[in-house]
């Protein structure tokens, strides 16, 4: 692939820096595309971030507003990446009304989340840099009495969970792939 040639990107301006820009775009998204199958890889380095993130927060002992945002938005986009992109209900109303017609239908309907995988991690990826960006500057580093943040964070986790968690019971859905039988390819 030729990054250099990005004349009809940019609709044949010869401007350097709009070329440099789309030069930077391309490769930008080149690099994305070749981690987008290495999911392991890309989970530990999210790991490893939020761990440095973490350990700059402990040491620093400030910031604590960034980290309750970033955990806040990290709980965010956990909930839209359990939950399912159509509403369960209306399909179950839409069930009962082929169960009232007599025309039950068996077909599989796959579960399809709301915020994919990928974009997952990219969302708390580019979070999690922006956070350890912004810990860098004194500015940002607003005084909090940091256990309650911790408390009220503690708090809206578990009822946030345990409301997804009676959504995915009452509509007998797994949004995970842990404990799912999986085909392996047969050769004959």
Same mark, same amino acid.
């Given at each position: 692939?030729?990054?250099?040639?990005?004349?009809?990107?940019?609709?044949?301006?010869?401007?350097?820096?709009?070329?440099?820009?789309?030069?930077?775009k391309l490769l930008y998204? !080149?690099?994305?595309?070749?981690?987008?199958? !290495?999911?392991?890889?890309?989970?530990?380095?999210?790991?490893?971030?939020?761990?440095?993130?973490?350990?700059?927060?402990?040491?620093?002992e400030g910031w604590y507003v960034i980290c309750y945002?970033?955990?806040?938005?990290?709980?965010?986009?956990?909930?839209?990446?359990?939950?399912?992109?159509?509403?369960?209900?209306?399909?179950?109303d839409e069930e009962n009304n082929e169960l009232e017609a007599?025309?039950?239908?068996?077909?599989?309907?796959?579960?399809?989340?709301?915020?994919?995988?990928f974009k997952f991690w990219y969302n708390s990826i580019r979070a999690t840099v922006i956070s350890l960006l912004l810990s860098l500057f004194s500015i940002f580093d607003i005084p909090v009495f940091w256990p309650i943040l911790l408390m009220y964070f503690i708090?809206?986790?578990?009822?946030?969970?345990?409301?997804?968690?009676? !959504?995915m019971i009452k509509y007998r859905y797994i949004p995970l792939d842990i404990g799912k039988k999986k085909y392996s390819h047969s050769s004959n």
């Amino acid at each position: 692939m030729d990054y250099d040639s990005s004349d009809t990107m940019n609709g044949g301006s010869s401007n350097p820096l709009i070329t440099k820009m789309n030069t930077m775009k391309l490769l930008y998204q !080149h690099y994305l595309d070749k981690v987008t199958p !290495h999911a392991k890889e890309r989970w530990a380095v999210l790991g490893g971030l939020l761990c440095l993130f973490m350990v700059r927060i402990t040491m620093a002992e400030g910031w604590y507003v960034i980290c309750y945002g970033l955990g806040l938005f990290l709980l965010n986009q956990f909930l839209a990446f359990l939950t399912p992109k159509f509403d369960m209900s209306l399909q179950q109303d839409e069930e009962n009304n082929e169960l009232e017609a007599g025309e039950k239908s068996e077909e599989f309907r796959p579960f399809i989340r709301r915020l994919p995988e990928f974009k997952f991690w990219y969302n708390s990826i580019r979070a999690t840099v922006i956070s350890l960006l912004l810990s860098l500057f004194s500015i940002f580093d607003i005084p909090v009495f940091w256990p309650i943040l911790l408390m009220y964070f503690i708090l809206l986790f578990f009822l946030t969970m345990r409301r997804q968690i009676q !959504h995915m019971i009452k509509y007998r859905y797994i949004p995970l792939d842990i404990g799912k039988k999986k085909y392996s390819h047969s050769s004959n």
